[in-house]
């Protein structure tokens, strides 16, 4: 910051760690006064603003850096700007080589659909209309934007992982029996994991929680069913499924996706969150499993016809990322969309592994790919974010159960067997976002270019 510019008045905080931008004090000028017109602090801090409120929605570090560049230029300054998992620093030069830099944190990271779509839209309408927007309408806009588009209710949340995981049991090859039990145990474990976010609880504790019950309430409406209804004790194996809600698909996707631009930060970052949620679920999974004497085995077999079969796959994968993109927050048209995408997706990279036996990873890039076509046709006509349709439409493609076969065989010393689970999803998790970046790069010229 210059010498000679105002100081900001510290607001202490002793709640909490992270202390609330007051961002109306870094704006001296009257509401009315436009933002062409402001001085280089205000200016940006704007640009900070939007960079940390797009962050706050789980986009990558292209998408941040990207709209904050185009403010910038909108204001004739210049941005430069390096971003991580929840938090950016960045400078703004002006004409005058005068320059402003800022360093934003966040408590924590999420994934919201609806705030980002909102979000490209004032970017792309600030682009066009600056220079009649005044400083009072910009945070306006932007304050509507933080207050209406909050999280769905944790009920609604639950119901979505209890939909997304009995749909993805089903892919995995779980009967009625197993989707039963895992619509159960999502639901109430991913209740529990909300109730615990709006408390504040921290990341790790919320994970375990979640997944503990969720296996728990599993094993109970099996044990259930197996009194009641005679089930098969190989109907046990599913509990699997139960805990998928928590796969960080997200930061899993955009890491690739972000270090593919070379922005290494952002995407080992998101990579490390990725595999410390995927650590903490599955240890928690191993752990409940061996107190309940349980193992990962073969489900029943389904024995339907390849044609019913396909049929069925196509509604479950739709289900099932119809129900992760309300878990992302996206609006009911935004996941509509998606999960059409995602069920001629998914179906295809099953199709392929099934009937014409490609490689697992293969067949997911395939997979990806052709999400990544689609999403770049539909987003034309429907104008939403690429990434809100592309990136659940995948998610339900990441390999949590071969992640979980990993873990519990290393955790019984079966190293070989660990070793080839973990490898396998190794495979399938490169080849995901490659998918995706193929068709980036062959449908979107600005991604094309490095410049």
């Known amino acids: 910051m210059e010498e000679n510019e105002p100081q900001i008045r510290r607001h202490h905080i002793s709640a909490s760690h992270?202390?609330?931008?007051?961002?109306?004090?870094?704006?001296?000028?009257?509401?009315?006064?436009?933002?062409?017109?402001?001085?280089?602090?205000?200016?940006?801090?704007?640009?900070?603003?939007?960079?940390?409120?797009?962050?706050?929605?789980?986009?990558?570090?292209?998408?941040?850096?990207?709209?904050?560049?185009?403010?910038?230029?909108?204001?004739?300054?210049?941005?430069?700007?390096?971003?991580?998992?929840?938090?950016?620093?960045?400078?703004?030069?002006?004409?005058?080589?005068?320059?402003?830099?800022?360093?934003?944190?966040?408590?924590?990271?999420?994934?919201?659909?609806?705030?980002?779509?909102?979000?490209?839209?004032?970017?792309?309408?600030?682009?066009?209309?600056?220079?009649?927007?005044?400083?009072?309408?910009?945070?306006?806009?932007?304050?509507?934007?933080?207050?209406?588009?909050?999280?769905?209710?944790?009920?609604?949340?639950?119901?979505?992982?209890?939909?997304?995981?009995?749909?993805f049991i089903f892919l995995l090859g779980g009967g009625l029996p197993e989707m039963i039990c895992t619509f159960f145990?999502?639901?109430?474990?991913?209740?529990?994991?909300?109730?615990?976010?709006?408390?504040?609880?921290?990341?790790?504790?919320?994970?375990?929680?979640?997944?503990?019950?969720?296996?728990?309430?599993?094993?109970?409406?099996?044990?259930?069913?197996?009194?009641?209804?005679?089930?098969?004790h190989d109907h046990a194996y599913g509990y699997i499924g139960a805990m998928l809600y928590v796969i960080p698909g997200f930061p899993f996707i955009t890491s690739g996706l972000d270090m593919s631009k070379l922005d290494m930060r952002s995407g080992l970052e998101r990579l490390a969150y990725a595999c410390l949620v995927i650590m903490t679920a599955t240890m928690v999974g191993w752990g409940i499993a061996i107190a309940l004497n349980l193992t990962p085995g073969a489900m029943p077999k389904l024995n339907l016809a390849p044609g019913i079969l396909t049929f069925c796959r196509i509604l479950a994968s739709f289900g099932g990322v119809f129900g992760f993109s309300v878990m992302f927050n996206a609006k009911p048209q935004m996941a509509f969309v998606a999960a059409l995408i995602g069920a001629l997706a998914n179906t295809l990279r099953l199709s392929l592994v099934d009937y014409n036996h490609l490689p697992a990873a293969l067949a997911a890039f395939i997979g990806a790919l052709l999400a990544g076509l689609l999403a770049s046709f539909v987003r034309e006509k429907v104008g939403f974010p690429r990434i809100a349709i592309t990136v659940p439409a995948i998610v339900i493609m990441v390999p949590g159960l071969y992640m979980y076969r990993a873990v519990f065989n290393f955790g019984v010393t079966n190293i070989n067997v660990g070793a080839y689970w973990i490898m396998n999803a190794l495979m399938i998790v490169i080849a995901l976002p490659i998918g995706l970046l193929t068709a980036r790069i062959l449908t979107d010229t600005k991604w094309r270019h490095a410049d």
């Open 185 to 232: 145990g999502a639901l109430i474990g991913n209740y529990v994991r909300g109730e615990m976010g709006k408390r504040k609880i921290t990341l790790v504790a919320k994970i375990a929680v979640g997944v503990a019950i969720s296996c728990a309430v599993y094993f109970l409406c099996f044990m259930l069913g197996q009194k009641l209804l005679g089930w098969n």
């Open 18 to 167: 992270h202390m609330k931008i007051q961002w109306k004090e870094f704006f001296k000028s009257p509401d009315d006064t436009l933002i062409k017109d402001t001085t280089l602090v205000e200016k940006g801090s704007l640009v900070g603003r939007i960079g940390i409120m797009l962050l706050e929605c789980g986009t990558g570090a292209w998408r941040v850096r990207d709209s904050m560049n185009t403010v910038a230029r909108a204001l004739d300054i210049t941005c430069s700007v390096d971003i991580g998992l929840i938090s950016i620093e960045y400078t703004c030069f002006d004409i005058n080589n005068k320059s402003y830099s800022q360093t934003l944190t966040l408590a924590t990271t999420e994934v919201n659909m609806n705030k980002l779509n909102k979000m490209e839209q004032f970017v792309r309408k600030f682009e066009k209309n600056h220079d009649h927007l005044s400083i009072g309408a910009i945070h306006h806009s932007l304050n509507e934007i933080e207050r209406h588009t909050v999280n769905y209710p944790v009920t609604i949340s639950a119901l979505s992982a209890g939909i997304a995981c009995c749909s």
